[in-house]
């Protein structure tokens, strides 16, 4: 079994007073802004890690690798070895200044286009599963995992909180020789929903499906033997047209900061007494449409 | 010259900073308050590589050095130092295990002492003294191939939890009547060896430290550590390099916590109608912190990469003393920037202090740190 994680950087939280936006292009500048591993990739490397596991116990014979793939400036190589010492097997990063400035559009073709080139690189015929966080801490639109399947040509499903490898036997009966079937779960408002799908498909996984393990030192040492490989826009050969800038139909209008102030008034001045105030706070209430 | 840390030593260190503040940095004051040594988070340690850090991969340890178990120290410290005094303590025993124990005494305890399941413990200081190691009373008396130690040991970190403490002991007498100090192994639950009182301690809470009692303990002759006889060199060494780096390391976590938590109060805290980060005197403040913890940052991974080298000189001492020092007027400075939230046990700021003055007679006093930093000067300079 061969899972692909999509994981992308996202720049640090805690350094968000750091970040600069380019004023004509409105967008971050990545290239300085200090990252970290968005957390729903975190989650998405996790559940393949965990299935991996899974899979592994289940048999002794069965093997499951899990590669990481990215797109993003090569000073984030490091999110990458972090997948690694995380315990991906392996790891692409999708590195070239001409796929800069990409909306989630020439992202997801990129990826997608990357992921084929994996699979020719690592003489494979399909994943079997990829997965990806379900947006993410920057951006948080969604797009990019759902794009990368369609894409591809693969079933998804989206806002995934839950992830099951069942076997099916040949009567649709559960069994540890049987097909493959992607059982993955997704809550809506009023429910919760599980999908079933043979294998391949993608799934967007949400945050709440699971709590990402620790990088342990011993990780970060067997991280060093994993392969990385990183691959500009000589390697994967993409039409410039439909990458970068100049592939994404999106454009951003106005940057504005919102006014987020609150202003308050002093009733006593206005009105007089306490309970004058009290009176007008109350009338204020019920104009907004709460009390009775 | 280049005083970057590698990539896969940022990468690590951020490793053991978002394991700090998950598991750590919820719990630290309540473990100060309470007085109380969580040993639960042993095994997470040890599944995180920090127990064994610097111990080769064929003995369950992540195989890096120094430089990484100071990483690890620090981080812990910047919480908890008195949990970093466990992880450090242990580490001192497990050094003198890895460089002078036997094959067999590495294949048998070391594992453990990676994952978790074993705490290490090493022993020197008693009522007597701690830095007079030439003057310890601890006996240890060779008959065939069993030791019979008899003694007490005082102020020793992981008292009350170690499954192994090494333990240096006086075996004889040369021909001018000067001790002979052997390093022995002992193990929790060898009959006639057990920890005594436990110290009620000013600050680094949330370690064990108190005494240990041996009354005729037999101990094989295998558990020696290092060639009989040579216990002096072997506490010395372990003490003066593992021992100081580490403290350094612990301290600049010390330091870590005064830099940040004094920055933060003085952004939020508004006096006159602005943020007190405006005024002078606690910017003057402020930049007395960080200068103090970048020396210390310097000082520390210079020793903990002077270790991983094999270098040896006052460098260790230099940055023990420099640092203990430095973390106790840290502590002072925040403290009084805060003004009365720094006095109140709601804040840090207090158990920095007392961490702080906790960590001056570790590993040597900043008068012994001194001591050897003249004479090594006297001598080169």
Same mark, same amino acid.
């Given at each position: 079994?061969?899972?692909?994680?999509?994981?992308?950087?996202?720049?640090?939280?805690?350094?968000?007073?750091?970040?600069?936006?380019?004023?004509?292009?409105? $967008?971050?500048?990545?290239?300085? +802004? +200090?990252?970290?591993?968005?957390?729903?990739?975190?989650?998405?490397?996790?559940? +393949?890690?965990?299935?991996?596991?899974?899979?592994?116990?289940?048999?002794?014979?069965?093997?499951?690798?899990?590669?990481?793939?990215?797109?993003?400036?090569?000073?984030?190589?490091?999110?990458?070895?972090?997948?690694?010492?995380?315990?991906?097997?392996?790891?692409?990063?999708?590195?070239?200044?001409?796929?800069?400035?990409?909306?989630?559009?020439?992202?997801?073709?990129?990826?997608?286009?990357?992921?084929?080139?994996?699979?020719?690189?690592?003489?494979?015929?399909?994943?079997? %599963?990829?997965?990806?966080?379900?947006?993410?801490?920057?951006?948080?639109?969604?797009?990019?995992?759902?794009?990368?399947?369609?894409?591809?040509?693969?079933?998804?499903?989206?806002?995934?909180?839950? %992830?099951?490898?069942?076997?099916?036997?040949?009567?649709?009966?559960?069994?540890?020789?049987?097909?493959?079937?992607?059982?993955?779960?997704?809550?809506?408002?009023?429910?919760?929903?599980?999908?079933?799908?043979?294998?391949?498909?993608?799934?967007?996984?949400?945050?709440?499906?699971?709590?990402? $393990?620790?990088?342990?030192?011993?990780?970060?040492?067997?991280?060093?033997?994993?392969?990385?490989?990183?691959?500009?826009?000589?390697?994967?050969? %993409?039409?410039?047209?439909?990458?970068?800038?100049?592939?994404?139909?999106?454009? +951003?209008?106005?940057?504005?900061?919102?006014?987020?102030?609150?202003?308050?008034?002093?009733?006593?001045?206005?009105?007089?007494?306490?309970?004058?105030?009290?009176?007008?706070?109350?009338?204020?209430?019920?104009?907004?449409? %709460?009390?009775? | 010259?280049?005083?970057?840390?590698?990539?896969?030593?940022?990468?690590?260190?951020?490793?053991?900073?978002?394991?700090?503040?998950? @598991?750590?940095?919820?719990?630290?004051?309540?473990?100060?308050? &309470? #007085?109380?040594?969580?040993?639960?988070?042993?095994?997470?340690?040890?599944?995180?590589?920090?127990?064994?850090?610097?111990?080769? @991969?064929?003995?369950?340890?992540?195989?890096?050095?120094?430089?990484?178990?100071?990483?690890?120290?620090?981080?812990?410290?910047?919480?908890?130092?008195? /949990?970093?005094?466990?992880?450090?303590?242990?580490?001192?025993? =497990?050094?003198?295990?890895?460089?002078?124990?036997?094959?067999?005494?590495?294949?048998?305890?070391?594992?453990?002492?990676?994952?978790?399941?074993? =705490?290490?413990?090493?022993?020197?200081?008693?009522?007597? *003294?701690?830095?007079?190691?030439?003057?310890?009373?601890? &006996?240890?008396?060779?008959?065939? #191939?069993?030791?019979?130690?008899?003694?007490?040991?005082?102020?020793?970190?992981?008292?009350?939890?170690?499954?192994?403490?090494?333990?240096?002991?006086?075996? *004889? @007498?040369?021909?001018?009547?000067?001790?002979?100090?052997?390093?022995?192994?002992? &193990?929790? *639950?060898?009959?006639?060896?057990?920890?005594?009182?436990?110290?009620?301690? /000013?600050?680094?809470?949330?370690?064990?430290?108190?005494?240990?009692?041996?009354? #005729?303990?037999? =101990?094989?002759?295998?558990?020696?550590?290092?060639?009989?006889?040579?216990?002096?060199?072997?506490?010395?060494?372990?003490?003066?390099?593992?021992?100081?780096?580490?403290?350094?390391?612990?301290?600049?976590?010390?330091?870590?916590?005064?830099?940040?938590?004094?920055?933060?109060?003085?952004? &939020?805290?508004?006096?006159? *109608?602005?943020?007190?980060?405006? /005024?002078?005197?606690?910017?003057?403040?402020?930049?007395?912190?960080?200068?103090?913890?970048?020396?210390?940052?310097?000082?520390?991974?210079?020793?903990?990469?002077?270790? #991983?080298?094999?270098?040896? !000189?006052?460098?260790?001492?230099?940055?023990?003393?420099?640092?203990?020092?430095?973390?106790?007027?840290?502590?002072?400075?925040?403290? @009084?920037?805060?003004?009365?939230?720094?006095?109140?046990?709601?804040?840090?700021?207090?158990?920095?202090?007392?961490?702080?003055?906790?960590? /001056?007679?570790?590993?040597?006093?900043?008068?012994?740190?001194?001591?050897?930093?003249? !004479?090594?000067?006297?001598?080169?300079?």
């Amino acid at each position: 079994m061969v899972i692909l994680v999509l994981v992308k950087p996202v720049p640090d939280p805690e350094k968000y007073n750091e970040i600069q936006i380019d004023p004509q292009t409105k $967008r971050i500048l990545r290239q300085d +802004a +200090a990252a970290v591993l968005d957390p729903a990739s975190k989650c998405a490397l996790e559940e +393949a890690l965990r299935i991996k596991s899974e899979v592994e116990a289940a048999s002794g014979d069965a093997r499951c690798e899990v590669i990481a793939l990215s797109m993003a400036p090569q000073t984030n190589r490091d999110k990458i070895l972090e997948c690694l010492a995380m315990g991906a097997d392996a790891g692409y990063l999708l590195s070239d200044p001409a796929f800069g400035g990409a909306d989630t559009y020439a992202t997801s073709y990129v990826l997608a286009e990357g992921a084929k080139a994996i699979l020719a690189a690592e003489e494979l015929d399909a994943f079997d %599963l990829i997965i990806a966080g379900n947006e993410s801490a920057d951006g948080a639109t969604s797009h990019v995992p759902v794009q990368v399947a369609e894409w591809l040509g693969l079933p998804h499903l989206a806002r995934v909180c839950e %992830l099951q490898i069942q076997r099916e036997g040949a009567e649709g009966q559960e069994g540890a020789g049987g097909t493959p079937v992607i059982a993955a779960t997704k809550k809506t408002e009023e429910m919760l929903l599980t999908f079933r799908c043979e294998e391949p498909a993608l799934v967007a996984v949400t945050r709440d499906i699971n709590k990402p $393990r620790h990088i342990s030192a011993m990780g970060i040492v067997k991280a060093r033997k994993k392969p990385l490989t990183i691959w500009t826009n000589d390697d994967l050969k %993409l039409d410039e047209a439909k990458i970068g800038a100049a592939g994404s139909p999106t454009k +951003a209008g106005e940057l504005m900061t919102p006014d987020l102030s609150r202003g308050g008034r002093d009733l006593t001045e206005e009105d007089g007494s306490a309970a004058d105030a009290a009176k007008a706070i109350l009338a204020l209430l019920r104009k907004e449409g %709460l009390g009775a | 010259m280049d005083f970057r840390f590698t990539e896969e030593q940022e990468l690590l260190r951020s490793a053991f900073a978002d394991f700090a503040k998950e @598991e750590i940095a919820p719990y630290a004051a309540k473990w100060d308050e &309470e #007085d109380y040594v969580p040993m639960g988070i042993v095994p997470k340690l040890g599944e995180m590589g920090i127990m064994g850090v610097f111990v080769p @991969e064929e003995y369950g340890g992540a195989g890096l050095g120094h430089v990484e178990r100071c990483m690890a120290l620090e981080e812990v410290a910047r919480y908890s130092a008195g /949990l970093a005094m466990m992880v450090f303590t242990h580490h001192l025993g =497990v050094a003198a295990i890895l460089d002078y124990g036997t094959e067999e005494q590495k294949q048998k305890w070391l594992p453990g002492m990676c994952d978790g399941s074993c =705490v290490c413990g090493l022993a020197v200081t008693e009522p007597g *003294g701690g830095s007079d190691v030439a003057g310890l009373k601890t &006996e240890a008396v060779l008959d065939g #191939d069993t030791w019979t130690i008899n003694g007490r040991k005082c102020f020793i970190t992981n008292s009350h939890c170690a499954g192994v403490t090494v333990v240096t002991c006086k075996s *004889g @007498e040369d021909e001018k009547g000067r001790a002979i100090m052997t390093t022995i192994a002992i &193990e929790k *639950g060898t009959e006639g060896f057990a920890p005594g009182r436990e110290e009620n301690k /000013l600050g680094l809470k949330g370690s064990f430290t108190g005494e240990l009692v041996m009354n #005729d303990v037999k =101990v094989p002759v295998e558990n020696t550590v290092g060639e009989i006889g040579k216990g002096m060199p072997i506490t010395m060494k372990e003490l003066g390099e593992v021992g100081r780096a580490s403290m350094s390391a612990i301290e600049l976590g010390i330091l870590r916590g005064c830099l940040e938590d004094a920055v933060k109060f003085a952004k &939020e805290r508004i006096l006159y *109608g602005k943020p007190i980060s405006k /005024l002078q005197a606690i910017q003057f403040k402020i930049a007395d912190i960080r200068c103090d913890y970048e020396a210390a940052r310097l000082m520390t991974y210079n020793a903990a990469a002077m270790k #991983d080298a094999g270098k040896v !000189g006052a460098e260790f001492s230099m940055a023990k003393y420099f640092i203990s020092e430095a973390a106790v007027r840290a502590a002072r400075n925040l403290s @009084e920037i805060m003004g009365g939230y720094g006095v109140v046990n709601e804040y840090a700021a207090g158990r920095y202090l007392r961490d702080a003055i906790c960590c /001056l007679p570790s590993c040597g006093t900043s008068e012994i740190q001194k001591m050897i930093i003249a !004479g090594e000067t006297l001598k080169k300079w």
